[in-house]
């Protein structure tokens, strides 16, 4: 059974950061790329990062350009993201996912319980 | 950036009712378009991926249909279970994007 489970999440003052993991089982890990996607409270879903399966090619979606860094440890089946320079606006559940990708098919497959950070004073 | 825009983004309907979401992009996508259905408090759940293939589990009360710029998502008899918000996403080019939803509830 695939499982994805994150961690991490909690209480940030505005301009601090938070390391999120995403602990993957049940499936090749290093096999599939991964993604990171939020929802603000009451809000729709926001994409924030994709990373290959190797690590080598990374994406970020502009609004956390340069402040967030997705990463990944296949040794250990987790995936992370890096969460610098903290906003109100950032404050979200944070799901991570995996991403099917095989030619012409593409899709996040399985998703975690999401982890929620809140980036408040 | 792709833009996908949802119609309606929100819709009351009864148990048996036959309800059609439209998704519309900015620019084509070919096939890479995902549906979504989402329950408060909860993960999104995969129900349709390439515009148009259930994924296994999924209802086949569920279709979806399209490509280029304009897809569909229809439930051909709602159920109780069925009452979520639904989502589209577009997987043809990075930025990821999904539309804004669509909030499904019962009449």
């Known amino acids: 059974e695939v499982q994805l489970l994150e961690s991490g999440g909690g209480l940030v003052q505005p301009g601090g950061s938070l390391r999120l993991s995403c602990a993957g089982s049940g499936f090749t890990f290093s096999s599939y790329a991964m993604n990171w996607v939020r929802q603000a409270p009451s809000k729709g879903l926001e994409w924030v990062s994709t990373?290959?399966?190797?690590?080598?090619?990374?994406y970020y979606a502009d609004s956390v350009k340069g402040r967030f860094t997705i990463s990944r440890d296949n040794s250990k089946n987790t995936l992370y993201l890096q969460m610098n320079s903290l906003r109100a606006e950032d404050t979200a559940v944070y799901y991570c996912?995996?991403?099917?990708?095989?030619?012409?098919?593409?899709?996040?497959?399985?998703w975690g319980q999401g982890t929620l950070v809140t980036v408040s004073s | 950036d792709i833009q996908l825009t949802q119609s309606p983004s929100f819709l009351s309907a009864s148990v048996g009712d036959r309800v059609t979401i439209t998704c519309r992009a900015s620019q084509g996508i070919s096939s890479y378009l995902v549906w979504y259905q989402q329950k408060p408090g909860k993960a999104p759940k995969l129900l349709i991926h390439?515009?148009?293939t259930l994924q296994s589990g999924v209802p086949s009360r569920f279709s979806g249909s399209g490509s280029g710029t304009e897809f569909t998502l229809t439930v051909s008899s709602l159920q109780p279970e069925d009452f979520a918000t639904y989502y589209c996403?577009?997987?043809?080019?990075?930025?990821?994007?999904f539309g804004q939803g669509t909030r499904l509830e019962i009449k």
């Open positions: 996403q577009q997987l043809r080019s990075y930025p990821i994007t």
């Open positions: 996912a995996n991403y099917f990708y095989a030619g012409g098919n593409r899709y996040f497959d399985y």
């Open positions: 990373i290959s399966g190797s690590g080598g090619n990374t």
């Open positions: 390439a515009a148009s």
